[in-house]
């Protein structure tokens, strides 16, 4: 582990934030370069990433005032201070998505369900890049394990392993990232003009659960600091899955229908 990447002026520089910052980075790169490929209007897309951005930063701070706020009531001045408690990835996605949604409402350049699609493999990717930040931080730990993937971490005795759950998600989301690249060169319309059925986006959501699903009883939630409990975090997502495949399932049996009308007039 290496929490601290070094020190400039007496200011620490933390390993976990110049790792997420760089995974951010790349993956709004990446989003701004596949734009054309959805045939979005690129100076529209970027004021409503932009703003999504911001609200992105905005809820992964948020849960942090609202699971500690008696703390935080008691004592306001720790409002200030930024390098207390961490960012939560539920309100990261949450602030990104609901405010997108609201500005691609307003929007008669921008469609949600397309920039959503155009954003999934960059958002995928960046958890796959961030997660080696909560690794080198030392968060997000595991439960202890004999196994030999198993990690020594610093705050335990000599001899305890845990599981590294930062880098199985890392390498679950590379090869979630690969799916949705290879399911994209078959759905992507064939033809300019071709109606648009979203896809990747549900698809990345139903992949992206059920990583969680599989990866979740491996952490240690003793240490992990909780918003609400387990049972609610795999009703939500025991939700979650069946409306997706059903979106997803949807879009799939219009996809078909368009390219066989497509081939037929060809």
């Known amino acids: 582990m290496h929490p601290t990447l070094f020190h400039v ?12 910052f760089i995974a951010l980075s790349v993956a709004i790169l990446w989003v701004i370069k596949r ?23 905005l809820g992964a701070r948020s849960f942090e005032y609202i699971q500690h706020w008696k703390q935080y009531m008691a004592n306001p001045s720790l409002f200030l201070d930024i390098n ?20 691609c409402m307003f929007s008669r350049k921008v469609s949600f369900s397309r920039l959503c699609d155009a954003a999934a493999p960059p958002a995928i990717l960046a958890i796959t890049i961030g997660r080696w930040g909560c690794f080198m931080n030392g968060c997000c730990v595991g439960i202890r394990t004999k196994s030999f993937l198993g990690v020594h971490f610093p ?5 305890i392993l845990r599981h590294p759950v930062q880098i199985y998600y890392s390498v679950i989301a590379l090869v979630i990232v690969g799916v949705l690249l290879a399911v994209e060169k078959r759905v992507l319309p064939r033809q300019k003009g071709e109606r648009h059925y979203s896809v990747i986006a549900p698809l990345a959501i139903i992949l992206y659960s059920m990583m969680r699903l599989v990866v979740a009883p491996l952490r240690n939630h003793a240490i992990m600091a909780r918003l609400i409990s387990r049972s609610m975090t795999y009703r939500g997502v025991m939700i979650a899955l069946p409306l997706m495949s059903l ?5 799939l049996s219009k996809l078909k229908t368009v390219h066989e009308v497509t081939t037929i007039r060809r």
């Open 247 to 251: 979106w997803l399932a949807y879009s």
């Open 9 to 20: 002026f007496g200011l620490r520089i933390d390993t976990y934030s110049v790792i997420w």
């Open 84 to 103: 207390r408690g961490g960012v939560h990835e539920f309100g990261a996605v949450s602030g990104a998505f609901l405010s997108a949604l609201i500005m």
């Open 35 to 57: 734009l054309p490929l959805y045939g979005l209007d690129e100076y529209e897309s970027r004021k409503i990433m932009a703003v999504s951005f911001f609200f992105m930063l």
């Open 155 to 159: 705050f335990d005795r000599a001899g």
